[in-house]
């Protein structure tokens, strides 16, 4: 996924015993705003879908997943048809704050 192409160590190794262990991700939260678009999902849409319709990036779809915790699962694109969902309009903000708590 592109998107975690940018975190920095995200392999940390011990010095003493060389194990290998993944840093933990850790994402931000998205925070409301006034310009967010609110879609009703309809039959045949996925989160990595509608990532690319908004965004131009399928990899995107985590960000719609962390603005509607209480709607979808992180473990599957598929949506339930007739879920409101809010679209994340600041996605740029939301990627730096990202990639800062990831550094």
């Known amino acids: 996924m592109a998107l975690y192409r940018n975190i920095q160590n995200k392999v940390k190794s011990k010095k003493n015993k060389g194990t290998k262990y993944l840093k933990p991700t850790r994402y931000p939260r998205v925070p409301l705003s ?5 879609i009703l999902t309809i039959e045949g849409d996925r989160l990595d879908n509608l990532a ?4 131009g990036d399928t990899s995107y779809w985590i960000w719609v ?4 915790p209480d709607k979808v699962r992180r473990d599957s694109y598929y949506i339930t048809p007739g879920t409101q969902l809010r679209i994340p309009a600041n996605i740029n ?3 730096e704050s990202f990639k800062n708590i990831n550094k």
């Not at 006034?34 to 609110?38: A, E, G, P, R, V």
């Not at 690319?52 to 965004?55: A, G, M, N, R, V």
């Not at 997943?65 to 509607?68: E, F, K, T």
């Open 65 to 68: 997943v962390l603005a509607n």
């Open 34 to 38: 006034n310009n967010d678009i609110q």
């Open 93 to 95: 903000g939301v990627i």
């Open 52 to 55: 690319f319709q908004f965004y």
